[in-house]
């Protein structure tokens, strides 16, 4: 199983709405990205886990708050975005530990901010 | 200060030909390599991978070529298949780093 799963697939917010972006492995990866890819551009890293624990985080606006409950589960909490935010958010996993770094991407949400 | 550029914004093949897609690196740190493909409002999907200790690795119709010392690589997809068609991203890693850098990517489209 090389899945990595993403809900909701797409998302409609107001700027003053507070929404979660999930995002599911059980590939056993011990490292969990969030990157951001606008239209025509490629994908930016904006986060990454590794064993659970933040261990970069690309100077991403506060509006953007990342969460590892768990080695599976990767959350991204939006608070008070703005409309240039609306973007194609992926989440991805790779085995982490280290070496090689060969991810894995979910399918991706549509956030558009209104 | 891009450190992955891929300066073709796309390429044009024919059904059953060759496509080369191409890739430059300014990092000299960087020693995996990375090729996606990506749909339309879909995630990248893995293609094909090469670590610096090597400068050749094929999987079936792809073969991936690096050259250190011009700090390039490039993706050969024979023969090309119409559903091909996507865009390709390069990416690019450091041994012990957890950041994948992308280039901008390559639109390809095969025509038949």
């Known amino acids: 199983d090389t899945e990595v799963t993403q809900t909701p697939k797409h998302l409609v917010m107001g700027m003053t709405n507070k929404k979660s972006l999930k995002c599911e492995q059980h590939m056993g990866h011990r490292a969990m990205y969030w990157y951001k890819q606008k239209a025509k551009k490629p994908p930016e890293l904006m986060f990454v886990y590794s064993y659970e624990k933040l261990s970069i985080n690309e100077s991403v606006p506060s509006r953007f708050s990342p969460e590892c409950p768990n080695s599976s589960l990767l959350n991204l909490h939006l608070h008070a975005l703005q409309p240039e935010d609306s973007a194609l958010y992926l989440c991805?996993?790779?085995?982490?530990?280290?070496?090689?770094?060969?991810?894995?991407f979910g399918q991706g949400t549509r956030l558009t901010v209104v | 200060d891009q450190q992955v550029k891929q300066n073709s914004p796309s390429l044009s093949v024919q059904e059953g030909r060759i496509s080369i897609l191409n890739c430059d690196y300014t990092n000299s740190m960087f020693d995996y390599f990375l090729w996606y493909k990506k749909y339309p409002a879909e995630g990248p999907t893995f293609l094909i991978s090469i670590s610096s200790i090597k400068d050749k690795n094929e999987d079936g119709r792809f073969t991936v070529f690096l050259n250190k010392s011009a700090k390039h690589l490039s993706l050969h997809i024979v023969p090309s298949q119409p559903g091909d068609s996507a865009v390709y991203f390069c990416a690019a890693s450091e041994r012990y780093g957890n950041k994948l850098v992308f280039g901008a990517g390559t639109i390809l489209r095969v025509k038949s």
């Open positions: 991805a996993s790779s085995q982490g530990g280290g070496g090689y770094t060969e991810a894995f």
